[in-house]
């Protein structure tokens, strides 16, 4: 599943490179630009939830 998630509180490389860190290996591939405040996540629902994936990104201080 390919999905949109809308981000807010990013503001530079190192906020989108700290999200992916804690996404990797948990899906598929992603594209997370903070200038647009958007990523692209590709992941297997079986692996991660939505939700999960939302609770991650959360708890490191962004909202989505």
Excluded: P, W
């Amino acid at each position: 599943m390919r999905k949109t998630f809308k981000i807010s509180g990013m503001h530079c490389e190192s906020c989108a490179k700290m999200i992916e860190l804690e996404l990797e290996g948990k899906v598929n591939s992603m594209k997370i630009d903070y200038k647009s405040g958007k990523a692209e996540i590709d992941f297997h629902e079986t692996s991660i939830s939505e939700a999960q994936i939302k609770k991650i990104i959360n708890d490191l201080g962004y909202k989505v």
